[in-house]
């Protein structure tokens, strides 16, 4: 099971650090990603890496200012959001892959196949 935990509430401009926690299983072998999804809208991708956290991908939207890491020893991989704005407003959920690496960046766009539960960070203007 993935739990995304730290979201909250926070104005323009913060940061704000999602931490995803994987209990029953395993990650330390797997790609490991971050997804959005705001009210009305279609999940969409925001960040990914691969099993060492040595390849990280990142949408357009977040590119510069989200950080993604992993601690495979803690078995959690963590999201640093910064210079955040009122459009990252969403329910933000971790996502599990069944490789460890993929060789296109697209691949971590829809390859995602076990999610966790999400936390809701809402950014004021």
């Known amino acids: 099971q993935l739990q995304a935990c730290g979201g909250g509430l926070v104005q323009a401009g913060g940061s704000l650090r999602l931490s995803c926690v994987a209990s029953?299983?395993?990650?330390?072998?797997?790609?490991m990603g971050w997804f959005r999804q705001a009210p009305g809208k279609e999940r969409e991708f925001v960040s990914a890496c691969d099993w060492r956290g040595r390849t990280t991908v990142y949408s357009e939207s977040v590119k510069g200012r989200f950080t993604i890491s992993r601690n495979n020893a803690k078995n959690t991989v963590s999201l640093q959001m910064s210079s955040l704005k009122p459009e990252d407003t969403a329910v933000y959920y971790c996502a599990a892959y069944p490789n460890s690496d993929y060789e296109l960046e697209w691949q971590y766009y829809y390859g995602a196949n076990i999610w966790g539960k999400g936390t809701q960070v809402t950014v004021s203007s």
């Open positions: 029953g299983r395993t990650i330390t072998s797997a790609a």
